[in-house]
């Protein structure tokens, strides 16, 4: 079975600094990798993507990730905060279930709070 | 494009009561999932449909909780009857890509209060 663990479910930052949140996963076959942004009151949207073609992943408003499968992490980067950028973060695993399908597995989310 | 739709916004049941939400996806997404969001924790899935087939519904309480894709297009998601703990944001999402592979896109919820 697969499993997706975020460290830490807050992180705090102030403006322009660098933002690091931190996805590690578990999966028996190389999956597909993503982190999701929620804002308050609204579904989650994609930010990136990771399918195989480069380790490093750039996606929506200045933020990356990189593939590291010797650590199994996916650890997600922006590097100067903006207040904007306050919401919720998901990273999620898609991996191979029983029955042959991908299955999207979430992690608990980690808070971003910007502080000016 | 017209994202994916979901009704009713916001719902408030006694426990025992029933309730029963509906998801209208993206137009021509073959895969529609249903998860619960529970606050302060990340989507659990519920239910992943193929077209009008079943993936995945190992984590769907089935004693209580039912689920339908008629004809691959919308579906609904039914509690009877709801308990106190089912209290959650239901969160539907659609994939264009069949399998699971593909980015997932999402409604913005059903809350649901069970008093």
């Known amino acids: 079975a697969q499993s997706v663990t975020q460290l830490g479910s807050h992180v705090s930052v102030s403006e322009g600094a660098l933002v690091l949140l931190r996805c590690n996963y578990s999966s028996s076959v190389p999956p597909y990798l993503f982190w999701y942004v929620q804002y308050p009151n609204q579904g989650l949207q994609l930010l990136l993507k990771?399918?195989?073609?480069?380790?490093l992943v750039k996606g929506i408003n200045g933020f990356e990730a990189e593939f590291k499968k010797s650590e199994t992490s996916f650890h997600l980067t922006k590097p100067s905060a903006h207040m904007s950028d306050a919401a919720e973060y998901f990273c999620?695993?898609?991996?191979?279930?029983?029955?042959?399908?991908?299955?999207?597995?979430f992690g608990r989310g980690t808070s971003l709070i910007v502080h000016p | 494009e017209a994202g994916v739709a979901q009704s009713p916004r916001y719902k408030i049941i006694e426990k025992r009561q029933s309730v029963a939400f509906w998801c209208n996806p993206i137009?021509?997404?073959?895969?529609l999932y249903w998860y619960q969001q529970i606050l302060g924790q990340g989507p659990k899935l519920l239910i992943q449909?193929?077209?009008?087939?079943?993936?995945?519904d190992s984590q769907l309480p089935k004693d209580r909780f039912s689920a339908e894709r008629l004809k691959g297009v919308d579906s609904t998601l039914k509690i009877q009857p709801a308990k106190l703990e089912d209290s959650a944001v239901y969160l539907c999402?659609?994939?264009?890509?069949?399998?699971?592979?593909?980015?997932?896109?999402f409604g913005e919820g059903s809350r649901l209060t069970v008093l």
């Open positions: 449909f193929q077209n009008n087939g079943v993936v995945d």
């Open positions: 990771y399918t195989s073609a480069a380790t």
């Open positions: 137009s021509g997404h073959a895969t």
């Open positions: 999620a695993v898609s991996g191979k279930g029983s029955g042959g399908s991908y299955i999207p597995t």
């Open positions: 999402a659609s994939s264009r890509l069949a399998g699971g592979s593909g980015e997932l896109f």
